[in-house]
Nanobody, 126 residues
Framework: QVQLVESGGGLVQPGGSLRLSCAASGFTFSSRTMGWFRQAPGQERKFVAA????????YSTDSVKGRFTISRDNAKNTVYLQVNSLKPEDTAVYYCAAASPYSDHGLTVSDGYAYWGQGTQVTVSS
């Protein structure tokens, strides 16, 4: 059974940091590009960052560059998103997703991913 379980979200003040984790099971994690998306209230789900299956290439949307860092540990079947210098506009539910095996196409759109987690809430507020 495929599972992606996010954790690490919470309430944080502007300028604060969090480390989001996504634990994967039920598929060969080391063969999949992993991505993070986020969805704010009333908005569509949007791409945040992705990392290829060996961790050799990362991608991120312009609004988070220099603040967010994606990484993975294939030995632990876990992908991380370090989020720093948080802003109120970063408030959203953050989802991790797994692409098809050895795929690095369409990574910035939801259709590029086969499996999704349930999400973890990040709220940035003073």
């Amino acid at each position: 059974q495929v599972q992606l379980v996010e954790s690490g979200g919470g309430l944080v003040q502007p300028g604060g940091s969090l480390r989001l984790s996504c634990a994967a099971s039920g598929f060969t994690f080391s063969s999949r590009t992993m991505g993070w998306f986020r969805q704010a209230p009333g908005q569509e789900r949007k791409f945040v960052a992705a990392i290829n299956w060996i961790g050799g290439a990362t991608y991120s949307t312009d609004s988070v560059k220099g603040r967010f860092t994606i990484s993975r540990d294939n030995a632990k079947n876990t992908v991380y998103l370090q989020v720093n210098s948080l802003k109120p506009e970063d408030t959203a539910v953050y989802y991790c997703a797994a692409a098809s095996p050895y795929s690095d196409h369409g990574l910035t759109v939801s259709d590029g991913y086969a499996y999704w987690g349930q999400g973890t809430q990040v709220t940035v507020s003073s």
